[in-house]
T-cell receptor, first 117, second 110 residues
Framework: GAVVSQHPSWVICKSGTSVKIECRSL??????MFWYRQFPKQSLMLMAT?????????EQGVEKDKFLINHASLTLSTLTVTSAHPEDSSFYIC?????????????FGPGTRLTVT | DQQVKQNSPSLSVQEGRISILNCDYT??????FLWYKKYPAEGPTFLIS?????DKNEDGRFTVFLNKSAKHLSLHIVPSQPGDSAVYFC?????????FGPGTRLSVLP
């Protein structure tokens, strides 16, 4: 089946530094990818919709200058957490919509655990 | 091997009737379960959740039932409305793990 990978799976960084998380669709093209943030025992929070070749659409309350999203190709979207702070520590998940498949085919990555010290 | 299964890829229901979406999981240690709804070209939105200490959680037209012994949960929508037509994902949260099922496409017919 379709696979979405995320790299890294976990990362620890110091406060003030930037971290880049990659989301790749391994065997299909994804015009649209989504980035989420998740806290334990809580629902996923959609952060932004990433569209290949255009600017990402951010949800209300999500700082676009802090969470930089780049969707440079049909198989890769990146989320960069800039000037990370401890409150940015969270589990970040991406999902990718299969452009060539039925409209509801969406596949989730395994997530990236970010810890900011 | 899928940890979260939704064996029905699609379901059609008449408007006003009950929709029942099913989800099975393999790990008895999973302790928190969620349902998401997704429209085309949009990200999934949270619908309802249930903790393993409960067997039922209700929110308006949506009820989630959890059968821990069978490792099975279901989402009931009653009455079903055309606007409920979407893809529904079952998900589990266990510690740092968060796993989605493959989704079931619900079509509510007028």
């Amino acid at each position: 089946g379709a696979v979405v990978s995320q790299h890294p799976s976990w990362v620890i960084c110091k406060s003030g530094t930037s971290v880049k998380i990659e989301c790749r669709s391994l065997d299909f093209q994804a015009t649209t990818m989504f980035w989420y943030r998740q806290f334990p025992k809580q629902s996923l929070m959609l952060m932004a919709t990433s569209n290949e070749g255009s600017k990402a659409t951010y949800e209300q309350g999500v700082e676009k200058d802090k969470f930089l999203i780049n969707h440079a190709s049909l198989t890769l979207s990146t989320l960069t957490v800039t000037s990370a702070h401890p409150e940015d520590s969270s589990f970040y998940i991406c999902s990718a919509e299969n452009t060539g498949g039925r409209s509801y085919e969406q596949y989730f990555g395994p997530g990236t655990r970010l810890t900011v010290t | 091997d899928q940890q979260v299964k939704q064996n029905s890829p699609s379901l059609s229901v008449q408007e006003g009737r009950i929709s029942i979406l099913n989800c099975d999981y393999t790990n008895s240690m999973f302790d928190y379960f969620l349902w998401y709804k997704k429209y085309p070209a949009e990200g999934p939105t949270f619908l309802i959740s249930i903790s393993s200490i409960k067997d039922k959680n209700e929110d308006g037209r949506f009820t989630v039932f959890l059968n821990k012994s069978a490792k099975h949960l279901s989402l009931h929508i009653v009455p079903s409305q055309p606007g409920d037509s979407a893809v529904y994902f079952c998900a589990v949260n266990y510690g740092q793990n968060f796993v989605f099922g493959p989704g079931t496409r619900l079509s509510v017919l007028p």
